[in-house]
């Protein structure tokens, strides 16, 4: 098995990945062309098939291909370029080895997000969140194999809950260090400002938008599921609703971002902040981790305007 991860530019790869995506586009001189995406539990790489001929067997997205390429840099990314594919045979490749996966103990994860809603002292709210992540079987088994993303940060299974409990802990930092916080307001907040995301992105091995990801996106479905189940809590303060659900809408901080409403109180500012803080490292440790092992330097990454390095020995 040849993982996306280690893939080196110039190197001619035989391999058998996951078809994500499949599309037909064409090129400036108007000549068809295949523009694939293809996945591993290591991570995902487009690949480009500019010469559809008889080597180009035939395949859809959602199979698995085995593909003759070469490894090609474009604009500081690694592609494919394709000279042949042909559906895999059942037995060539282990499904297991296309579903990337949090390193992290799962089990541990939850146990740890358990502890935090234990500790949750408002009746209201740690009600709420156990109605929404201990009770519901549904929403649990979603939320706990869900990733956080098609690919910026948490892109594997499990990422969903591994990001939630990291800006849960950071917020769980942050709060007695400030005046005027409620942090059983803010834990709550932070445990479930990406829950809209178990409809936002389609499990894997597609994990990609769905239908109503894409016309409602996750804030939106997130506060619809919160707010439907704060009604079924007999006397839950519509003062909390609110303050919960304006911490959930504004977690992305400014409008450009995606978020209806920026932050108007000290839990959705220190939410918002916790919540971009983990999602960037994290996409720094993903970028050191895929860098050479040979230097420390790791390579450019655009999203950080310049090439990222390894401080420790």
Not at 33 to 60: C, H, K, M, P
Not at 199 to 224: C, R, V, W
Request: glycine share 6%.
């Amino acid at each position: 098995m040849r993982y996306i991860e280690n893939l080196q530019e110039g190197e001619r790869v035989t391999a058998h990945y996951l078809c994500k995506k499949r599309e037909t586009l064409k090129t400036k001189s108007d000549k068809n062309y295949l523009r694939l995406t293809l996945v591993d539990r290591t991570g995902e790489i487009i690949a480009n098939v500019w010469s559809l001929n008889n080597a180009i067997q035939s395949f859809e997205s959602g199979d698995f291909i085995k593909v003759d390429a070469n490894v090609e840099n474009y604009k500081e990314q690694l592609q494919l370029n394709v000279r042949k594919i042909r559906k895999s045979s059942e037995g060539e490749y282990l499904p297991a080895d296309y579903i990337p996966t949090t390193e992290k103990d799962i089990d541990e994860i939850y146990k740890t997000i358990c502890s935090l809603i234990e500790s949750i002292d408002n009746k209201h709210l740690q009600t709420l969140l156990e109605a929404i992540l201990v009770h519901n079987q549904e929403i649990k088994a979603t939320f706990l194999a869900h990733s956080a993303g098609m690919r910026k940060h948490h892109s594997y299974m499990g990422g969903l809950a591994e990001h939630s409990l990291n800006v849960a802990q950071i917020c769980d930092f942050l709060a007695p260090r400030y005046k005027f916080v409620n942090r059983d307001l803010l834990i709550t907040a932070a445990l479930l400002h990406d829950i809209g995301k178990i409809y936002e992105l389609s499990p894997f091995p597609e994990n990609d938008y769905t239908d109503q990801g894409k016309l409602l996106g996750h804030i939106t479905m997130g506060a619809t599921l919160v707010s439907t189940e704060m009604a079924q809590i007999t006397g839950f303060p519509k003062e909390l609703q609110n303050l919960l659900l304006h911490c959930l809408l504004s977690h992305h901080g400014k409008l450009e971002y995606g978020s209806p409403i920026t932050p108007r109180t000290i839990e959705a500012f220190i939410l918002s902040h916790a919540d971009t803080l983990d999602a960037h490292t994290k996409q720094f440790e993903e970028h050191l981790s895929k860098g050479p092992a040979t230097t420390n330097w790791a390579g450019y990454n655009k999203d950080f305007g310049g090439d990222i390095r390894k401080s420790n020995p």
